[in-house]
Every structure is written in C-alpha cells, then in structure tokens.
C-alpha cells in the first residue's frame, strides 16, 4: 500500500518536472534574423538560397546555403545559430556573402 502512496505522491512532481523541461526547450528557440536587419543587409543574407542576389555576388551558387556553411550551428534543423548575428538563428536555406564550405 506504502507503494502506491509514493507513487500517486510523485505523480504531480513528475509531471511539473515535465512542464518546466518543455518550457526551457521554447525558451532556447532565439529569434530568427530578419533580412532588414543591418548586418544581415551588409552581408547579403537572404532566408532562401534561391534569392540571392545573382548580380551583386556572381559567385553564389545555388548549392551554398547555412545548412553547408562552416558557420552555421544548428546541424540539420531547420533554423540554428550563427556567430555572425549573434543571438539570433538563421534559416538553414538562408544564404550571405560570408559563405565558407563545411569541411
């Protein structure tokens, strides 16, 4: 009987535990760069490859986005971290004049 006692008692704190674990994880998500902003403007950055633009940087090719950037931190997500606008995530098919092949 003991058991079960302790086990409805730890229910709630389980479950607590659960609600704050899934609030860090929104917590971590940083804002996504705006291409308005100045040093993405600076840089060129666009949030699809596809975009760039083709006469300002002729040596952009469809192939380089984030995603294959030395820079970029978020692996395979969708979106992730760039120390070039720190704080802030940048698209994994995004693009900007700093492009450097993931080696």
Known sequence: ???RRQFLKSIPIVAAAGAVMSMSDL???APMV???DPQAKALGYVA???KA???KFPKHTPDQHCGNCAL???GTAAQGGCPLFAGKDVAN???CSAWA???
């Open 48 to 50: 699809d490859t596809t």
């Open 1 to 3: 009987m003991s058991n």
């Open 34 to 36: 705006s291409e308005a």
């Open 27 to 29: 917590a971590l998500a």
């Open 101 to 103: 092949k993931k080696a």
């Open 93 to 95: 098919k995004g693009w």
């Open 53 to 55: 633009d083709k006469a």
């Open 72 to 74: 970029y931190q978020g």
